[in-house]
């Protein structure tokens, strides 16, 4: 049990940078809508455990404060971005980002 | 008087406003009554205008206005900027030697082109709200003594300009509309930096706030030392100059920024051609004198030789291209280049025999240009096309018309007698008086060989000789026996109406009088330019320092 | 070391009356920098759970829903069938374990181990005893909200995982029920736990206790507390897929639903899961409503009933029978009331008892400001 | 040791025995059972008929308008916990508070009731009907 | 680590709430508009395409009430830092109620819209809770609440760009202004966090003084301020943040599209003013060190990049509507010129381009969408030979294109003028910026002018079309509209005092 408590903030951060990498490769290289969002609850995810982790090292309560309303508003996001995509599926058939391009560039 | 010369067309437009399109001989009278009221009121102008008054600058007793005169000021705008106290905008109208000239200029071509546009049948209203737009627009360039006030003018001519080629241009209208409004805007956005800087360096004497005016501009003793464009700040000085220069340039046109001139001509029906060639292209040399040279005296001091080598450029390319051209307006169109390069030449002299001639090339340019490319109108009506190999013989068919062509040939290319003589001789003299110029001048005199050259030769082929065999009409004999020429779509008079002489007759009245006694114009500028030649002289500079 | 951490051991889990003293007792103890103490923490109830289910769950629940059909039950191995578990366990250990070809093979395996962690989790916030509980979380109730949603994603993996129609069917069906009736119970929990003021699953249970025993439950502190009850209980029933809102393991309909296609060992785990959620759902309810480990009697003057039978082993004791008299209650409706429709479950979860659990809320808010 | 930290470590281990559980009851049974699959018994289930195509098809729309439904105002509720614990030593504001934020959730609710996103497709009850057979006879002349 | 507070603090946190309530009615009010359009659209059955725009343009008009009776109240700071009152935040609360109302109001003319059988209701209480939204981005002064605030806007954007549920352009839309704006908002609280964790503190006030007071690694700082700049810039549809703007504006319904493209740029400026010129301190000229906390430099790329790259993209643009998104990317660039110059000159400067851009635009898009209500497209070549028909409309579309490329008497030409006389008062070191915005304001000219060469140049494809006339109510709204261009273009004085007035910031570190 020593580990749990000598971890310190880098720790935290490090898997918070890893996460938002892995958010952003996500992101940018998937092409179904619904992976790019998981890609993005992870990028606020990352946030979240810096907030965490910053106000377990910092004191202070914002931290706490401020992760609790992003998964909230995390929650609430996915809420419409299904609705979105449900929409878009009966649309076009595919939630294929890419092949979703009617408009001109 | 001058609010009331200025907003008349725009007035007037209105009027054309309420009027139902279909009452398009209503729409025509009333922009004529007003461009002749407008004329009326410049000539009241000229009547009350005190020649012994310089104006240019504030005067030495310290007259925020200087002595300019017909006076209109009144605040218009004061914006509350923090820190750098208020901006104040103001409605400030008056003239000056410069001015009036180009006032009148402006009136005369004004109405002249009203009386031209009677041919227009297309949307007859909206032509005369946006022709009654841009006289505003002009008049109230030449008469705007706040920097802001000229701007507004100047970029409010474009959108007028624009349509008016564009809707009732020729095949290739649109190209050659957003290619003129391009050029034009592109020049003037840096005058927009060049204004706002100059703002910030100006103080008012007596208000000691920033001002827009220009008169307080013309004085260099109200620019802060350490501002933007302040006298200390040489670097941005030569810059602001430079695009200033370049924003009128355009205007002008001068040579590398010219190509929009003979697009805009080739496409504009014949009233814009008039409008364009007869008042447009001075604003950009009345910019020049106004704003460019006494604001940056000392830069101008430096660049006199470079304009005047630009001035020549223009005279000869102008020529030259002039001589290539079959199309008879585009031949017009570079003509224009070229006199407006005498009217650069006359610049860079900076003297008073040249500036004076570059002055009244300006005006002579203006009525001259104007009665050329009517007279090319009347033709075009006539034939539907341009191509002066499409002519020949014309003289004998057409004897008015070959006569006022004739006159109007022979001023361009400065005959004596003619009113355009006396100005490019005024010019050539300038030139030669002054040792930076001197060599141009000497150069620049092959242009009046050219010129001579592709007249002449445009003459000859269109108006002597016999009918070409591909021309544009036919010969048919008359009732009389005689043999005339039919113009296939053309059912009016063959020779020259009524209307189209009392457009041409004034004009042509105007070169024959000017050329004999040009008194009364000069007379009216020159105590003007002998004030502007003053403040760019490098002696007052020094002695300003 | 290790000797004198197990001589220390002894004295609280016999001795100790203080609160959560077992629990502390076996965290705090490690052989060779080896939590041992932890995992015999976790094992306990790992082992009620399996106990549990094995008899009461397997052997009780057949021999209730015979006696109330008034029939036999298991009878053949061993005296009244007693030994039909341990033939069970001995028939799922060896049956073949059969992966469909057309599965996901990832999900397949791992959708029933979800399902099992998920409901096992559950166990560590609830409080066995005044001297037991897994881990003594500030936030408990909440926790135990949460942790039980994981089953959601095991149910959608088994089900999706087998590729197979009915369990597909099964498994959307019962993410929907479960999602959906999330709401009314988590609002129904929220109104107990305004009523104590605390999350924590201990401080909930020993706000309950006192001299008169149940009169200190809340369920009786409040006339309001009745309809969270009872929504708590009936969206419970329909959170751990029990009769009448059994639709998605419906045998008639859908063949059991999103385990169709599980047998063996597999089948066993979620078979484990179920009934422990059974177990978690009746003593959530025990604890937020009915005092926990409290026990329910009241001193009656001289006679110090409470007294008498309180204590951490007691408290072992009351928890277990509430549980399983809620889980008793269960099997009897199973057999009480028949089947709801989709639409007939939908309606009253959305419009009869979401609506409800709002009023409740409010009344209890009310109630609990002005009602001291 | 932190507190907090603690409690949360006895939960891991609550995770760490589940995994093992299930793994090793896996393992175990693994090692007990008979493999002897055929291609008829791993195909897929469906009492007794081949199976048709694969069961990974769209579904009806409803059930994610359930879980959209689900996510706001499970979140929502969340919100009401923390309040839950202290809203007694804030008194009345907080329960005003409070009740301004539950009447927005219930606006939602009757917001979803209203626009009929609760409802569920009834299914429509089949009245046997007699068959009506006038062709009976030329039916069974045929036949 | 979590205690609660004290009796006596909890009391005092109380008091400090119901003292703020008394700044916040504005919003409090709206709030409840809000929930009034939901309850009507509830219960009133049939149609509603008047009923519920009527409500929405009289109820926000009423909140001006409200919002004018704040400015006897102090500028200060309410509900502990989370939000603030100042003239500021004012403005935008009459920017963003009037847009909201203009929106509301262009919206009963767009026939598309009104089509969508799923009725109407849910449109106009969005709008309406945008409007808050946008409100509170305006006046937040915590990291959370920008957060927060920022979510509103952004939630009920993308239903609003997905309207028209059958039609796929906006469908594609939304989903992609969805995981844009996710994306860059996710970006965004990631440099918040580390913002919080280099100050510990999540009010920007707070967070100034403490970056004041401590030195803090200038990497971690401008990997903060990118990402951040990520979110900001995706709201203002700035370069490289703009890749949205085009498919959402021409997807969206049009006056969504208008509506974005003014208010919830506005509202990103807002917000970006906010936070750039409180929280961050700026040490120095623009130039000093890159790896160093510089956004002035980073603002200054954005800013470069929008107006070059706006403009010239939209050069060759068919859809006018498309046309107009890559435009607002390049106006975002002018007004970002406003903000670089971190003086009150500059913020004014930027709140009335603001205001210059919201006639104009809205405006533009009006007659876009009278236009495609008759002929049924959005693409330029479909303009042919409209100036005839529509004669009206073609001119003030061409009035209000002539604002946008900034010429005079209008009021667009006054938005650059102030741009441009901020820069130059800052003396000759931003004067090559200044010439990358008058340049491409005449690349502008070309792209604009196309529109007007379509309508008036070139004959219809159709020409036995008769004239296409709109209602007398359409063409009152639109020539009020041109003629209050043409108006504060020639006596702007109100506008430009106004604000002046609303460019004192609360708290602000830079002037």
Known sequence: MEILTTIGINHYLTISAFLLGFGLFAVMTRKNALVVLMGVELILNAANINFLAFSKFNGGMQGVMFSLFVIVIAAAEAAIALAIIINIFKIFKSVDVSSIDTMKE | MLSLIVFLPILAGLVILAVPSSQKQIIRIVSLLAAVLQMVLAVMIWRGYDPSLPGITASAAGIPQGSFQFIERLPWITLDLGGFGPLNIEYFLGVDGISITMVILTALISAIGVLSSWTIQKQVKGYFILYNLLATAMMGCFVALDFFLFYVFWELMLLPMYFLIGIWGGPNREYAAIKFFLYTLFGSVFMLLVMIGLYFSVLDPVTHNHTFSLVAMASQSNYIKDAILGPDNVMWRYIAFIVLFIGFAIKVPMFPFHTWLPDAHVEAPTPISVILAGVLLKLGTYGMMRINFPLFPEVFQASMYVIGVFGAINIIYGAFCALAQQDLKKMVAYSSISHMGYVLLGLAAANSEGMVGALYQMFNHGTITAMLFLLVGVIYDRAHTRQIDKFGGLASYMPVYAALVTVAWFASLGLPGLSGFISEALVFVGAFSSVTTRPIAIVSVLGIVFGAAYLLWSLQRMFLGKRKPDAAYDLEAGPDGHEHIHFHDWKGKLDLDARELTMLVPLTVIIIFLGIYPMPVLGMLTTSINKLVEVLSPVVMTALN | MSVMALSQIRIPLLMGNSLNAWSEALTGFSIWGFPLGLVILAAIPLVFIALYALTYGVYGERKISAFMQDRLGPMEVGKWGILQTLADILKLLQKEDIVPAAADKFLFVVGPGILFVGSFLAFAVLPFSSAFIGANLNVGLFYAIGIVSIEVVGILAAGWGSNNKWSLYGAVRSVAQIVSYEIPAGIALLCGAMMAGTLDMQQITMLQSGHLGFAHFNLFQSPIAWLPFLIYFIASLAEVNRAPFDIPEAESELVAGYFTEYSGMKFAVIFLAEYGSMFMVSAVLSIVFLGGWNSPLPDLGPVSLNAMTSGPVWGVFWIISKGFFFIFVQMWLRWTLPRLRVDQLMYLCWKVLTPFAFIGFVLTAIWEIYVP | ?143 | MFELPSGAEIQSVIAGIKASVGYFIPEIYLSVLFMVLIIVDLIVKGKKNTLLPVITITGLAGSFFFIYQQHAMTAGEMFFGMYVLDEFALFFKYFFVLSGILAALISMDDEYLNRESSGMGEYYSLVVAMVIGMIMMAAATDLLMIFLSMELVGLTAYVLTGYLKRDPRSSEAALKYLIYGAVSTGLMIYGFSLIYGITGETNIFRISEELRLHSSDPLVMMIATLFILAGFGYKIGAVPFHFWTPDVYEGSPTPITAYLSIASKAAGFAVLMRFFLTALPHGGAAYDNIISNNWVLLLIILSISSMIYGNVVALWQQNVKRMLAYSSIAHAGYLLLGVIMMDELGTQATLFYLLSYLLMNIGAFYVVILISNKTGSENLDDYRGLGKKMPLAGAALTVFLISLVGLPPTVGFIGKLMIFTAMLAKGSIYIWLALIGVLTSVISLYYYMLIPLNMYLRESLEPHKESLNVGLLSRIIMAIFMILTLYFGLFFTPLSDFAKYSSALFGNTVY
């Open chain 4, 1 to 143: 040791m932190d507190q907090t930290l603690s409690s949360f470590g006895n939960v891991f281990a609550f995770l760490a025995l589940g995994i093992v559980f299930v793994a090793g009851g896996y393992l175990t049974a693994r090692m007990l059972r008979p493999s002897r699959p055929n291609p008829a018994k791993n195909s897929t289930y469906e009492c007794g008929e081949e199976a048709v195509g694969s069961a990974w098809v769209k579904f009806n729309i409803r059930f994610y308008v359930v879980a959209l439904i689900f996510i706001i105002f499970d979140v929502e509720v969340v919100f009401l916990y923390p309040w839950a614990t202290v809203f007694k030593s804030l008194g009345v504001f907080a329960l005003v508070e409070v009740l301004v934020f539950a009447g927005i959730l219930i606006l939602g609710l009757v917001y979803a009731w209203v626009k009929g996103d609760l409802d569920w497709v009834r299914p429509e009850p089949k009245v046997p009907q007699m068959p009506v057979m006038p062709d009976r006879k030329a039916e069974g002349g045929r036949a």
